[in-house]
């Protein structure tokens, strides 16, 4: 029955271009290009490392999709593949480094590696444009909204689903181990090297395949937009204004921050932005947990 | 300790080569790094007594500094006497945020924190941006920008009161820490809250204490700040993040290592920026050089 | 005979579809730039209305925040387009905003005439086809030419002034960076005795610097770079928080340029108030002493006072006023509001705008419909910025060399 | 000195206490004993003020302390010994000990004195002064951590399982200090897993078990109780 | 022989914790180390189970050098152990810390380390395993500790202090688990303060002392020691 319930939602988010309008589209199509990030950033949180680094990662994703298009003529489909794959790479090189570190040493060195990224997107001008960034002249689909949307959900999706395979295998046994103790966990035989590298390296080729997708909806890239810090303060916003360490969680939040922010410009076009600031102190002030955290224990509370 | 010793005679004679080769780039990165590593100075009280990471620091660094333009356009007040009213201001800012915003939270997940300060940035850059627009705003006396005359190197005078200022507070907090009953309160309840409060320490207390002396201190920085930078929404913001990587270069609780990682930081930036068809590059060194310092501390642990 | 119908069908389609003219406005409205142009536009709206508006239609405007967030602009277009349901796109600032608006832009190709994106990029990514396409504010290369064309004039009037060496300070990110590879294509073509610099430009040099609006501000050691090369003209190509510290950190190690010119879009809030201000030749496309040389800019000037209680503090304001009375002017001349004849109108009309100078459409390197080409070079003198160049709209002689720092 | 009138506690939704009277008398040792989960700790914490009670009133030298913070009840007179030792492990042993009188008007003007009391007790301690309470193992900590609680100059002094984890000599060498303290008149609240050492220390003794209290009686008579023998003694 | 150090010494900055240790342990033995606090029986613990890497000396495991092989894998050669101060996993239910070491340890799949923890829980007589652990008492918390470490299938299983903090029935019921487990050949490691579990438990004793080993033996002999009794029983004895 649950399941049965999934699939309908899931076939009825993929029905919704044909009930309305571009624009909605266009927001749950942004929407859902920071659901994954944040999902993705929680994943991380959930072994306990606390990561500043999805915006380098997301944007050494967008670079890679654009200049694969461009200079080596693939298609955009595919290259948002190979900036997954690329943006894995990366991960692994680096992880060998930066998984030695925990909390804000870990924190400070993925935030430092993210301006690394962006210093050599600027300074690279031969591969990736320099300070000007990089055109394509057509983006995906050439520009369907529609088919971009269809693309976005499924790659959202996807993510979600490898969300909750984490919170459904042995992977969660790992690494909310890894979290909650490390000495406890390797003394229980976990590998905790391995399984911090493998969630580190997933985590990072979704960024990567976030931020092709956004570059090809965009069809551009340029340092100071593909890699500002907005790719990692929201996604972090929303998965703590939804409640950490759940799938369902970051997705509320996405949803909720997403369409209230939309909403607040048009009842006040000048300073909405405070309003918005508001929103995340008080839920965070009353609603420690997120919304879904919140949910959970007043229904676990009942039982 | 002794392979300590070793980085340390190492740095210095880099430093010093440095200082012979290019004397500019030395005092500037002296200067520069000194600012760095007073606005960090409170950003790392705050983290290493509260354990909170406050991203609205940049914020309240903003703050000051518009609060220091409007004495100076209001009332002719000089920047660097407006302290004695922007200090006491700002400590009683960092009061209220701390008391209407942190205290509640302090017994949830730790990166609420993170994320109600984040909330409080947000909600201070547009509400200064509401107040003032975004046009950049100046303050002008004539004395900041005198130059004055080293070893025959001619070079600007007024940001060594960067230095001057970043050496008085380092020592001020040391002593404060180390010889006062206050001091000593908020060693303790930076290491262990609940045996503070048993030893009867008023834990609450030492808290709003502590996030406001450093939004006090934030103040003085932003007084010396104010004649040298543009006043615009953001101009603090960036303070944030370089502060906290000075702080984590120095490691958690090491306030003189802030104010050293502060100037071999400002020094390398210089040096960078001194040569000509590399200044570009200059970024890349400072996060080259903070992730080498963390990443080589963290390798100084042997751990099965 | 034919015309009258054409008309009468106007009306009809006027009156029975549309009885409004809706034109969609995105702007960063928590830039200054973004409100005084959102402002602008909102005062020229009035006045056409109070005027009994186009086509006997009264004008609306929707303004929506881009939050300089590049997907907010994106989406913002969106909505104008299907749940406002514009017929026109005005408004724009930033260039990275903007290459993310240009897909769905030409998703829609309603008429857009924008004012912001002066990067190359942009035009690239817009193409040759957009023929619904206007483009008002000069593009970085357009910039850097009419710079030499003011150069050459100058040079000729003021025989004393030399500009053969010439550095640029440029802020790294992408408006500073595209300004010097401007110049130095120009001069690459310079060498060759090409191109508009040809004759005015021996040398070239730069370094670039992190702006103050982006957490840096510290100019010294590319200040000091310059000053070893001690140029004729020292340019910076920055923002507007820029503007002081730049000229601060210039005194305090006695960098004097006989030619200090700043690039930035807006100018910071005391700039003129501060005495290091007087002397400094900038570039801009206005500044608000036109008002005392051109009746459009005067009349924009007060009616803007007026309405809003504040002063135009950027080139953004004349310019958003222009948007929209250069889209209303072409609707009034197509007569209708028949897509091609709105655009075959805008081709042919010449607009007398506040931002000084008449607004006439040609094509540039890659589009069609290119607007404004030329900007101004103007000049501080004693808290005032006055045109230098053109000479047309000159209100004040330039002062030269730069006086230096001594006694300020 | 102590009085425990009807006291309820819960965390959460978890009652843990109910209706909890206990007093100790001037200069009197007083025992508390029970197994795990009995609600001895949450008893301290009620006393201490890092739990506010339901109900009930807890009174020192005939004041109200309930729902008091726990800095408030400890410049009172009041001195915890806790479970988990609370120590600041980056100062050193007179930095700690020296934290235990600080902030307790009464004691800071007698620190020298305190310190002498202190070192009498415990002369190792004189030994390691320089030393970073971070690096001791558990049982010197153990010591730190009664000693920073008589540097306060205590009416009464709390400990919560001071015995666990400590090596028998120690154990029997700390019980017969705690004699000595209570012999200089200060009233002891002992809680403990360890009965038999225990019992040896206190003039009286209450048994708490599952939130309640279900014995309460002097330490020669608990020592004869059927109960405490079987459950407790192991006889 | 299962266990055997060589000249184990692991030293923290200038402070040398654990010297030049040579430790040996028989199959199917209850050993006991006994010793001062600060004698270096938690540190030897973390050396053998992996937590550390020592300074010098070697470590043989059933004839393997396993000195320097990281902790998870000795876990899965078969040495288990419990902390001192208890690690419960906070943020799973008692049962699923069990699940954790009989899924990474043993490496039996979701379904059969369900099924092992199940066993583990009955064997230890951990009620209620789904409970979260905030509701848990000392004496279940131990007994946890215990069955994640039998999660490990160990070998070789090293009980640090797992009496303390337990009253005297609590204790007498610890003691026959412990029983129970050696007859499931398992070979334990007691590190006890308290004389009379060691003396009803162990077959033999090593006393540590300012991390060097002082004594050696059957329990009696050991208790009668001089150097024991000033060192660490005290009056008691």
Not at chain 2, 287 to 292: Q, S
Request: aromatic letters at 10%; hydrophobic letters at 50%; a positive charge.
């Amino acid at each position: 029955m649950k399941y049965f319930m999934i699939a309908i939602v899931c076939v009825l988010c993929f029905l919704l271009p044909f009930f309305v309008g571009a624009y909605l589209i266009h927001v749950l199509t942004s929407i859902m290009i920071f659901l994954s990030l944040a999902l993705s950033w929680d994943m991380m949180l959930r072994t306990g490392q606390l990561s500043f680094g999805i915006a380098g990662f997301f944007g050494l994703g967008a670079y890679a999709s654009i200049i694969a298009v461009d200079d080596f003529s693939i298609d955009p489909l595919w290259s948002i593949l190979v900036a997954a794959g690329f943006a894995a790479l990366i991960a692994l090189a680096l992880g060998w480094i930066v998984l030695r570190l925990r909390e804000i040493y870990f924190a400070i060195t993925t935030l430092a590696l993210s301006s690394v990224f962006m210093i050599f997107a600027r300074n690279l001008s031969d591969l990736t444009g320099g300070s000007a960034g990089k055109v394509l002249y057509e983006s995906i689909f050439k520009g369907d909204s529609i088919k971009i949307y269809w693309l976005v959900l499924s790659v959202a999706l996807t993510v979600i689903l490898v969300s909750e395979l984490f919170q459904r295998t042995r992977i969660r046994f790992a690494i909310n181990a890894i979290r909650d103790d490390e000495i406890a966990a390797k003394c229980s035989g976990v590998n905790i090297f391995k399984y911090l590298l493998f969630v580190f390296v997933l985590t990072s080729a979704i960024q990567g395949a976030v931020g092709a997708l956004y570059a090809q909806q965009y069809a551009f890239v340029e340092p100071e937009s593909t890699f500002s810090a907005n790719f990692l303060l929201l996604p972090m916003s929303m998965a703590l204004v939804g409640g950490i360490y759940s799938s369902l969680g970051p997705i509320i939040g996405a949803v909720v921050l997403g369409l209230a922010s939309e909403y607040l410009k048009l009842i006040m076009p000048y300073g909405h932005l405070i309003i918005y600031g508001l929103i995340l102190v008080l839920t965070i002030m009353f609603l420690p947990r997120g919304i879904y955290g919140t949910v959970v224990n007043r229904i676990a509370a009942k039982r | 300790m002794k392979r300590n010793f070793v980085g340390y005679v190492v740095l210095a004679i880099a430093l010093f080569l440095i200082a012979l080769l290019r004397p500019y780039a030395f005092f500037y990165g002296v200067q520069r790094g000194s600012l760095y590593g007073l606005v960090a100075l409170p950003l790392a009280l705050i983290l290493g007594i509260v354990g909170l990471l406050n991203l609205a620091h940049g914020e309240f660094l903003t703050l000051s500094l518009y609060m220091t333009y409007l004495l100076f356009t209001k009332w002719g007040m000089d920047p660097l006497v407006s302290p004695a009213v922007t200090v006491p201001l700002l400590l009683a800012f960092g009061f209220v945020v701390y008391k209407l915003v942190i205290e509640r939270s302090l017994k949830t997940h730790h990166l609420n924190l993170l994320l109600l300060t984040f909330g409080v940035s947000i909600v201070m850059v547009e509400s200064l941006n509401i107040w003032w627009t975004s046009r950049p705003r100046n303050i002008y006396v004539p004395y900041a920008s005198t130059s004055v005359n080293i070893f025959g190197v001619y070079v600007g005078g007024y940001e060594f009161l960067y230095t001057i200022a970043v050496v008085l507070v380092l020592t001020g907090l040391l002593l404060f820490l180390k010889k006062t009953r206050l001091g000593q309160a908020t060693y303790a309840v930076g290491q262990n809250p609940k045996g503070a409060a048993i030893v009867g320490i008023n834990v609450k207390f030492v808290y709003a204490f502590v996030f406001s002396l450093a939004a006090g201190l934030v103040a003085l920085a932003g007084a010396l700040l104010s004649v040298r930078s543009s006043i615009f929404p953001q101009a603090g913001g960036p303070f944030t993040m370089k502060s906290f990587s000075l702080t984590a270069m120095a490691g958690l609780g090491n306030l003189p290592g802030i104010v050293l990682a502060g100037i071999v930081l400002g020094i390398a930036e210089e040096f960078v920026k001194s040569i000509p068809g590399y200044t570009g590059w200059a970024d890349l060194v400072f996060f080259v050089v903070l992730i080498a310092a963390i990443v080589f501390r963290a390798f100084g642990r042997r751990e099965g | 005979m034919k015309r009258l119908f054409v008309v009468l069908m106007a009306l009809v389609v006027a009156l029975g579809f549309a009885s409004t003219i809706k034109i969609g406005a995105v702007l960063p409205l928590s830039d200054i730039t973004g409100r005084q142009a959102a402002n602008a536009m909102k005062l020229a709206v009035k006045e056409i209305n109070e005027a009994g508006g186009v086509l006997g239609m009264p004008v609306e405007l929707f303004i929506v925040d881009d939050e300089m967030k590049p997907e907010k602009g994106a989406a913002a277009i969106d909505r104008l387009a299907t749940v406002e349901k514009v017929d026109f796109f005005v408004g724009g600032m930033s260039s990275g905003v903007h290459l993310a608006q240009i897909p769905i832009l030409k998703k829609y190709q309603k008429i857009t005439v924008w004012i912001g994106a002066a990067s190359y990029r942009c035009e690239e990514a817009i193409g040759p086809d957009a023929d619904w396409y206007f483009h008002l504010h000069p593009w970085d290369y357009l910039q850097g030419e009419s710079y030499a064309h003011g150069w050459r004039a100058i040079t000729q009037k003021y025989p004393q002034v030399k500009i053969e060496k010439i550095f640029i300070a440029y802020e790294e990110g992408a408006f500073g960076t595209s300004s010097f590879k401007s110049y130095q294509d120009e001069f690459e073509l310079a060498k060759k005795g090409t191109g508009v610099w040809a004759g005015l430009m021996k040398d070239l040099k730069g370094a670039p610097f992190k702006s103050a609006a982006l957490g840096g501000g510290d100019y010294r050691a590319v200040l000091m770079q310059a000053k070893q090369y001690n140029p004729d003209l020292f340019i910076w190509a920055g923002y507007d928080a820029d503007a002081i510290p730049i000229l601060i950190q210039a005194k305090e190690i006695g960098f004097a340029p006989k030619l200090f010119v700043g690039a930035p879009p807006g100018w910071p809030a005391d700039f003129g108030k501060n005495p290091l201000s007087h002397g400094v030749i900038l570039y801009g496309m206005w500044a608000p002493a036109l008002k005392d040389v051109s009746p459009i800019a005067r009349h924009f000037w007060d009616a803007y006072v007026k309405e809003f209680n504040e002063e135009p503090a950027t080139y953004f304001a004349p310019l958003g006023y222009t948007n929209i009375m250069f889209l209303i002017e072409g609707i009034k001349k197509a007569g209708s509001l028949d897509k091609d004849a709105i655009i075959k109108a805008l081709r042919e009309i010449e607009y007398d705008s506040p931002v000084g100078g008449v607004l006439k459409i040609s094509p540039s390197r890659i589009i069609k419909n290119q607007g404004f080409r030329a900007q101004k070079i103007l000049q501080w003198q004693n808290g005032v910025q006055h045109v230098i160049w053109p000479f047309e709209y000159q209100t004040a002689e330039l002062i030269y060399p730069f006086p230096g720092w001594t006694g300020k | 000195m102590l009085r425990i009138d009807g006291l309820n506690a819960a965390y959460g939704r978890i009652k843990v206490l109910w209706n909890v009277s206990l007093n100790v008398s001037s200069a009197e040792a007083v025992g508390l004993f029970g197994p795990n989960g009995a609600g001895k700790t949450t008893l301290v914490n009620c006393v201490i003020g890092f739990l506010k009670p339901i109900s009930g009133k807890v009174l020192f030298q005939d004041k109200d302390i309930t729902g008091m913070e726990p800095h408030e009840v400890v410049k009172l007179g009041i001195a915890l010994v806790p479970q988990e030792r609370e120590l600041f492990p980056n100062m050193t042993v007179e930095e700690n000990l020296r934290a235990g009188a600080n902030y307790v008007p009464h004691a800071r003007e007698r620190m020298l004195e305190a310190f002498d009391l202190v070192f009498a007790l415990f002369p190792i301690l004189k030994e390691r002064l320089k030393q970073k309470v971070g690096t001791m193992s558990g049982g010197q900590q153990r010591m730190v951590a009664v000693a920073r609680a008589l540097m306060s100059f205590p009416k009464l002094l709390i400990l919560d399982e001071p015995s666990v984890g400590l090596q028998p000599s120690i154990v029997s060498e700390l019980f017969s200090k705690l004699r000595e303290i209570k012999n200089q008149g200060v009233s002891i609240l002992l809680i403990e897993q360890n009965v038999k050492q225990g019992l040896k220390v206190v003039e009286r003794g209450y048994v708490i078990e599952n939130g309640r209290i279900v014995l309460e009686d002097s330490s020669t008579n608990l020592m004869n109780n059927d109960h405490i023998k079987k459950a407790y003694l192991g006889l | 022989m299962l266990l055997r150090t060589e000249k184990l010494t692991k030293s923290f900055g200038g402070l040398i914790a654990v010297k030049s240790v040579d430790l040996k342990v028989n199959q199917g033995e209850i050993l006991g180390i006994i010793g001062p606090n600060g004698a270096g029986k938690t540190t030897l613990t973390n050396l053998i189970s992996g937590v550390f890497y020592p300074t010098e000396g070697r470590i043989h495991f059933e004839d393997k050098d396993i000195t320097f092989v990281p902790a998870h894998l000795r876990a899965r050669m078969g040495i288990a152990r419990t902390f001192q101060l208890v690690r419960p996993l906070r943020d799973f239910t008692a049962f699923e810390n069990v699940v954790v070491s009989c899924l990474f340890a043993r490496g039996e799949s979701l379904r059969e380390a369900r099924k092992s923890a199940r066993k583990i829980c009955e064997l230890v007589e951990l009620d209620q395993p789904e409970r979260r652990l905030d509701r848990l008492t000392v004496f279940e918390l131990k007994k946890l500790e215990i069955a994640r470490a039998l999660g490990c299938q160990p070998k070789l299983l090293i009980l640090d202090e797992v009496m303390a903090g337990l009253n005297f029935e609590e204790m007498q019921r610890m003691i026959q688990l412990v029983k129970s487990l050696r007859e499931k050949q398992i070979t334990i490691c007691v590190i006890e303060h308290v004389m009379s579990v060691i003396s009803q438990l162990t077959d033999r004793v090593v006393v540590l002392d300012r991390g060097e080993i002082i004594a050696e033996g059957p329990y009696e002999k050991v208790a009668h020691d001089p150097k024991v009794i000033t060192a660490y029983l005290g009056e008691e004895a």
